[in-house]
């Protein structure tokens, strides 16, 4: 089959071909339909994330969207979104004509969504709601700020806090297209990060009407210390990434003051159960046009050429391949 291989940690993959999946036991065959190429499949790939350097030659793609073909689980046909966890354990991924997925890890899909629009989505989305809702805790009427709110996660983000009945909703994101797209999902007010933490604040307090209960980050750095410094009492920022540097800084008055809690989230901490629900309320919602992330689809052909454009940080879009 075709697919995309990584030879070497840190190198661009290429599209080769690669021996196609067997059935195993506990394992089913999902032919893929669409696929995205996500910040993870490139820190795993590098061979610097926390899971080690990678066996290789492996396909990456922890992710994507598909039809099942042999199953002892589903009938064959049956439409799934998959995960899978190439890169942080030995076995291919996404990024091909054909995956071998644990049985636990396929959702059966039936919401009328776009596989390309479902696989853009996917654990960006999962990993935004959450964030909100598990980690975040949030109630209706409450005010929601999100930072890096171009990204996947920062527009999944900002629609599901509208899904979820937040009062005010505010989108911080470096360029005006992103502040656009924020603001297309939903948010109040969408405002640049700038360099300087006091004047990020300032410009906080006053989008988010002097009350913000909960922050969704996928950045860290400079914005999240802006946030630290704006949230109410009981507030909480729940931190998934690390966009924008490993480090930020708060101070002990600013949480002591108003009893703020820091959170950290991975979507790996989820129980299948957890996960697979949330795949499906996001799907849902996607159906009902309330959640979206911008995308663009790739020919798997083309797949170095979208690797390379992730490992900017800034693609723009989310990019699916579509093999
Ligand atoms: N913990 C989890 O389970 C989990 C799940 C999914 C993703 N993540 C992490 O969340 C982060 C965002 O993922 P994504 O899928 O949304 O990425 P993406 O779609 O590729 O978007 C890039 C994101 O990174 C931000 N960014 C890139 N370079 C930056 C810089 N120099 N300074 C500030 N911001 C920068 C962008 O901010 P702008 O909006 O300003 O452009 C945008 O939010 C990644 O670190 C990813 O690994 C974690």
Excluded at 64 to 81: C, D, I, K, N, Q
Excluded at 263 to 292: D, F, I, K, M, S
């Amino acid at each position: 089959m075709r697919a995309v291989v990584v030879r070497a940690p840190g190198e661009t993959p290429v599209v080769a071909d690669h021996p196609a999946p067997r059935p195993a036991p506990g394992r089913s065959v999902v032919r893929v339909s669409a696929a995205p190429v996500v910040p993870l499949d490139l820190l795993c790939a590098s061979g610097t994330s926390y899971f080690g350097s990678p066996a290789v030659p492996y396909v990456p793609g922890v992710q994507g969207v598909g039809v099942v073909e042999s199953s002892t689980t589903l009938p064959a046909g049956t439409r799934v979104w998959f995960a899978t966890s190439a890169g942080m354990a030995p076995g291919d991924g996404s990024l091909a004509e054909l995956c071998t997925v644990a049985d636990d890890d396929l959702v059966p899909v039936t919401a009328d969504v776009p596989d390309a629009a479902l696989a853009a989505l996917g654990l960006s989305a999962v990993a935004a709601w959450m964030s909100l809702t598990w980690r975040g805790g949030l109630q209706p009427g409450e005010h929601v700020l999100v930072l890096g709110a171009g990204g996947a996660v920062g527009q999944a983000a900002v629609g599901a806090a509208r899904v979820l009945g937040a009062g005010r909703v505010v989108a911080v994101a470096r360029s005006e297209t992103s502040r656009d797209r924020a603001l297309a999902a939903g948010a109040d007010e969408a405002l640049a990060p700038g360099t300087d933490v006091a004047t990020l604040a300032d410009r906080l307090a006053g989008a988010t009407g002097g009350r913000l209960d909960l922050v969704v980050d996928p950045v860290f750095g400079a914005a999240a210390t802006a946030a630290s410094r704006v949230l109410s009492p009981g507030g909480r920022l729940v931190n998934l990434g690390g966009a924008s540097g490993d480090v930020a800084e708060f101070s002990s008055a600013v949480l002591r003051s108003r009893s703020a809690s820091m959170l950290g989230y991975t979507n790996n901490a989820l129980t299948v159960e957890q996960r697979r629900a949330a795949v499906t309320t996001v799907a849902e919602h996607a159906a009902a046009g309330a959640l979206a992330v911008a995308h663009e689809k790739v020919a798997l052909g083309d797949a170095a050429g979208a690797w390379r454009r992730q490992a900017t940080g800034d693609p723009g879009v989310r990019l699916v391949l579509t093999p």
